[in-house]
């Protein structure tokens, strides 16, 4: 079973980290009750994704019932939980709270970002490294999830500063700043803004 990880990032929030290997029918006959969801997808990789996020879904909760829906917005939602969603190639993240809102993203690792800088990156921002640009992006999509109301676009959010494993982003419409969590390993980058995790106005 390909699940990479699942650890408690904070008293409150699950982050679940799942490597997608396996065929859909691997996936299928690790966790049946998969069988029985309507599949929205043709593509067999989108399928994957679709079934490891629910397949992390209850692992990290114990329990099969847990149905994803998603509002007119497209921000997932579950009864009971706050949740977060997020892909990339060859991965699959969730992250839960039963007490506030988290997001989470994760990114492949890739030398892409670099030449779409000028596209999300502000002239009072500063990522000059390609690792730095992939963190900035990430951490600009884990924000736009956190705030999924406002409506973000990229250059209404900016970074205010980084260190080693902690991004201060700022959302310009609220004119509040935010914790964005990053790591960066050979594979991906992953970004997320956990319940207890302090934000500052």
Known sequence: MPLKEIRDVTSHTRLGLWRMDEQTSELTALFPHLRALPMPYKHEVRQREFYAIRA??????????LHIDYLPSGKPVVKGWHLSISHTRGYAALMLSGTE????DIEKRGNMVANIADRF?????????VEEMLALWSAKETLYKLHSEDNLHYFDM????????LMRMENMKRGVTVDIHHEL?????LTYHPADSRSLS
Do not use: K
């Open 56 to 65: 992390l879904l209850a692992t990290m909760t114990g329990d099969t019932t």
């Open 101 to 104: 809102e988290v997001a989470v």
């Open 121 to 129: 990156i502000r002239t009072d921002e500063v990522a000059t490294t």
């Open 158 to 165: 900016r970074l205010v500063s980084l260190s080693p494993t």
């Open 185 to 189: 390993t050979a594979d991906y980058v």
